[in-house]
């Protein structure tokens, strides 16, 4: 069973940084392609970025030099490092994956391409 766990969340002044972590078990990491979404309250899933089979990358415009993902294979673990951040990126950040591997689609993902998810970690952003 895919289980996809969540952690790292919390308060930050704006202009600040957060890692968050998603630890993943019951597949096999290195054949999923891994994605990070968020959602504010009233706003639709949004996907952030998402870490392809190759290990390219892609981001949402919104967050392109400012958040970066990564993964370790070893520690079966997902990463979003999220620095400069905003009042506009609050909102409940969740992980996703999908199974088999996955070319750069060239875009941000969408929530349909994922079938697992996580059940979130909350980011706060205050001035």
């Known amino acids: 069973q895919v289980q996809l766990v969540e952690s790292g969340g919390g308060s930050v002044q704006a202009g600040g940084s957060l890692r968050l972590s998603c630890a993943a078990s019951?597949?096999?990491?290195?054949?999923?392609?891994m994605a990070w979404f968020r959602q504010a309250p009233g706003k639709e899933r949004e996907g952030v970025a998402a870490i392809f089979s190759d290990g390219t990358t892609t981001y949402a415009d919104s967050v392109k030099g400012r958040f970066t993902i990564s993964e370790d294979k070893d520690k079966n673990t997902l990463y979003l490092q999220m620095d400069s951040l905003k009042f506009d990126d609050a909102a409940m950040y969740y992980c996703?994956?999908?199974?088999?591997?996955?070319?750069?689609?060239?875009?941000?993902?969408?929530?349909?391409?994922?079938?697992?998810w996580g059940q979130g970690t909350q980011v706060t952003v205050s001035s």
């Open positions: 019951g597949y096999t990491y290195s054949n999923y392609c």
């Open positions: 996703a994956a999908r199974e088999g591997y996955t070319s750069n689609w060239g875009r941000a993902p969408r929530a349909n391409d994922f079938v697992y």
